[in-house]
């Protein structure tokens, strides 16, 4: 998948991802940290327990890619 690339094209890719990888894990920690505090609307709970683990799904995702990239 990424045959091709020059090492600054990969080096520039490895860095999106990682950042990617960043945003996407503080923004399921938040998700479930807020859901953790709310105890009187268990459906907005339900529904940051749903985002959270949507973000932990693309984290996958996004360490695959990096991983792919690397080569291993």
Do not use: P
């Amino acid at each position: 998948m990424f045959k091709g690339k020059s090492e600054e094209e990969k080096g520039i890719l490895e860095e999106v991802l990682k950042n990617s990888i960043e945003t996407e894990e503080e923004l399921m920690r938040t998700y479930l940290i807020t859901a953790e505090r709310i105890h009187d609307d268990n459906e907005l709970k339900d529904r940051l327990q749903n985002f959270a683990e949507g973000n932990a799904k693309r984290s996958k995702q996004l360490i695959d890619e990096l991983n792919d990239l690397n080569g291993k």
